[in-house]
């Protein structure tokens, strides 16, 4: 697992992260806390974007530089939290797709219930990006990604901020192919599937739905 799940420890990660876990902080303060975490994340998840050459004139001479060669990003949220992190990775990759997938957990059996799914029409030559800000049981982020699967893109992460050890297991375990980026794994899940410490119920601090 430790190849595949990638702790983010950067100090201002988790500056921002004990800020985002207080009670006290607002849905105004709160989204932008999201915002600037998934921007963060999204630095460290593109890492092993390849890059190739070209010759760029500066005002002085032509310099010998570097772009990303070719590859399309596709950005897909779970509604409705992972909309939260949307703006902060866009404004790191401006030109990615952004697709949607639709997921909610029945409140008495805990699983993931699918009610939505639009994806870039060119999904298949895109690397995709799962964005949910918590992986508690882990249902809702092994149901996203089998459904992006079916569409055949070229690879896939899942970036979450809050991570409980039960979902990182069953989510490692369902999709051992799937690069995974989180900012702390928590101590357990209580009776009701939330993450202790956690945060909450992240969508509902997002868009001040307490």
Same mark, same amino acid.
């Given at each position: 697992?430790?190849? =595949?799940?990638?702790?983010?420890?950067?100090?201002?990660?988790?500056? !921002?992260?004990?800020?985002?876990?207080? !009670?006290?902080?607002?849905?105004?303060?709160?989204? =932008?806390?999201?915002?600037?975490?998934?921007?963060?994340?999204?630095?460290?998840?593109?890492?092993?974007?390849?890059?190739?050459?070209?010759?760029?004139?500066?005002?002085?001479?032509?310099?010998?530089?570097?772009?990303?060669?070719?590859?399309?990003?596709?950005?897909?949220?779970?509604?409705?939290?992972?909309?939260?992190?949307?703006?902060?990775?866009?404004?790191?990759?401006?030109?990615?797709?952004?697709?949607?997938?639709?997921?909610?957990? %029945?409140?008495?059996?805990? =699983?993931?219930?699918?009610?939505?799914?639009?994806?870039?029409?060119?999904?298949?030559?895109?690397?995709?990006?799962?964005?949910?800000?918590?992986?508690?049981?882990?249902?809702?982020?092994?149901?996203?990604?089998?459904?992006?699967?079916?569409?055949?893109? !070229?690879?896939?992460?899942?970036?979450?901020?809050?991570?409980?050890?039960?979902?990182? !297991?069953?989510?490692?375990?369902?999709?051992?192919?799937?690069?995974?980026?989180?900012?702390?794994?928590? %101590?357990?899940?209580?009776?009701?599937?939330?993450?202790?410490?956690?945060?909450? %119920?992240?969508?509902?601090?997002?868009?001040?739905?307490?």
């Amino acid at each position: 697992m430790d190849k =595949q799940v990638f702790i983010m420890d950067h100090p201002l990660i988790q500056h !921002k992260l004990t800020f985002l876990r207080d !009670k006290n902080t607002g849905s105004k303060e709160f989204r =932008q806390l999201v915002s600037e975490i998934a921007m963060l994340e999204c630095y460290e998840a593109t890492r092993d974007l390849p890059l190739e050459e070209v010759d760029t004139e500066t005002p002085v001479a032509v310099a010998h530089t570097k772009v990303i060669a070719g590859r399309k990003l596709a950005f897909i949220p779970i509604l409705r939290a992972g909309l939260g992190m949307v703006e902060g990775v866009l404004e790191m990759v401006p030109a990615a797709k952004v697709g949607h997938i639709g997921l909610y957990r %029945d409140p008495k059996t805990l =699983q993931p219930v699918e009610y939505y799914s639009k994806l870039p029409h060119d999904i298949e030559e895109r690397d995709v990006i799962v964005l949910d800000p918590m992986l508690a049981t882990g249902g809702s982020g092994i149901d996203a990604v089998t459904i992006i699967k079916r569409s055949n893109p !070229k690879s896939i992460k899942f970036m979450c901020i809050i991570a409980a050890p039960e979902g990182l !297991k069953a989510f490692t375990e369902a999709h051992p192919d799937v690069q995974l980026y989180c900012a702390a794994v928590d %101590d357990h899940l209580n009776d009701h599937g939330y993450i202790v410490p956690g945060l909450g %119920d992240a969508g509902d601090r997002i868009f001040g739905t307490l």
